[in-house]
């Protein structure tokens, strides 16, 4: 895999429990069924028709994917897409991130990411990120870390394994 901005990525990762995706258009089309003339009813409303195709079909995905993010206009652009389109993924990959370059014992970041300080430690004693803490260096000190640092490799191979942080991978190498 080629070696990718960790640092843009994890820019407001800083607390990426506030990553919400609040809405998002997708494709909802599918193949359709052969309709019935007549009129139907259902119990939240009542709809009359005359024949012709429709019906239900197999509906594409609701949220849009790579393929919509890397329509956009500009590389900025199609990153903000990916973020929101795969906020889970995004979140996954600031979790490997903070695992692999402030929390392990050797991490680069490991002396400003895991701290004594309960509100600023990102490094929870059960092995778990704390994503509430506040600690603004530790976000920096990712932040600055070169493409080639070990960790960020890590990070992203971690993420190549994770089935819900793969996506989020995939939709930013859409954005070059």
Known sequence: MKAFGFAAILISVGMMAACTVTSGDGDTSGDGGSGASGSTTTTSSATTGEGGSGGTGEGG???GGAEECSDA???NECLDCCDETYAEG???LGIHGFEACGCTAD???????DT?????DVCNDDGTINLDANNADCVACLNDLAEDDACIEAAAAACEDDAECLPYLECLGTCQ
């Open 61 to 63: 995905s609701g949220t």
């Open 73 to 75: 206009g500009t590389e």
């Open 90 to 92: 995004l979140e996954a």
């Open 107 to 113: 991490a680069t970041c490991a002396s400003v990411c």
């Open 116 to 120: 004594t300080d309960a509100t600023t």
